[in-house]
């Protein structure tokens, strides 16, 4: 078993950053891809960003690419999503996944992922 546990979550202006960092405990962190997914009100889960197991392959949704930036830190079992440039249409709750798939694939799916947190609030005020 895998647990994850959000952090980092708040409200912020427009334009400005936040970071969320992801607590990942149970097994081997480092057997493990990474994903950040985020959800609206009344509205569907949605990939944001992939990071793989080693941290050299990365993918982002093109709604964040250039503005967000996924990273890993296996030693300290954590995974981290830098957020800048923060618009009102980032307002959701961000959830940090776990992928036991071994592939460097972009895996984009809620379904395919295993684990998942509890999820942290990111609004984000105009």
């Known amino acids: 078993q895998v647990q994850l546990v959000e952090s980092g979550g708040g409200l912020v202006q427009a334009g400005g950053s936040l970071r969320l960092s992801c607590a990942v405990s149970?097994?081997?962190?480092?057997?493990?891809?990474m994903g950040w997914f985020r959800q609206a009100p009344g509205k569907e889960r949605e990939f944001v960003a992939r990071i793989s197991r080693s941290g050299g392959v990365t993918y982002y949704a093109d709604s964040v690419k250039g503005r967000f930036n996924i990273s890993r830190d296996n030693a300290k079992n954590m995974v981290y999503l830098q957020m800048n440039s923060l618009k009102p249409a980032d307002t959701a709750v961000y959830y940090c996944?776990?992928?036991?798939?071994?592939?460097?694939?972009?895996?984009?799916?809620?379904?395919?992922?295993?684990?998942w947190g509890q999820g942290t609030q990111v609004t984000v005020s105009s």
């Open positions: 996944a776990a992928d036991s798939t071994i592939t460097t694939l972009k895996l984009d799916l809620p379904r395919e992922y295993d684990y």
């Open positions: 149970g097994r081997t962190f480092s057997g493990y891809a």
